[in-house]
């Protein structure tokens, strides 16, 4: 195989590790009761419906931050070898 092929597979590979731990993230919910919790918070005085989507919109960036500053780590890992 060549070495693209492998370097296709590879990436493959990582981003759905990175997805399968970004499902696990969110099914822990350390996240997203935090974030939950102050869109709660919110809603209590601007609505609870806008507050819970507030509450889940940022937990839903805090996951996608994580994931990206884990990816960039990574890379970075990868390139220093």
């Known amino acids: 195989m060549s070495t693209l092929t492998w370097s296709l597979i590879a990436v493959s ?4 590790l990175i997805t399968l731990y970004g499902i696990w993230i969110f099914r822990k919910g350390n996240i997203v009761d935090a974030s939950y919790k102050d869109g ?3 809603g ?5 419906a806008k507050g819970k989507r ?9 996951i996608a931050l ?7 780590k990574m890379e970075n890992h990868r390139r220093s070898k």
């Open 13 to 16: 590979y990582f981003l759905g």
């Open 40 to 42: 709660h918070k919110l």
């Open 44 to 48: 209590e005085t601007e609505g609870f």
């Open 54 to 62: 507030i509450g889940y919109k940022n937990a839903l960036k805090e």
């Open 66 to 72: 994580e994931l990206q500053e884990r990816v960039y």
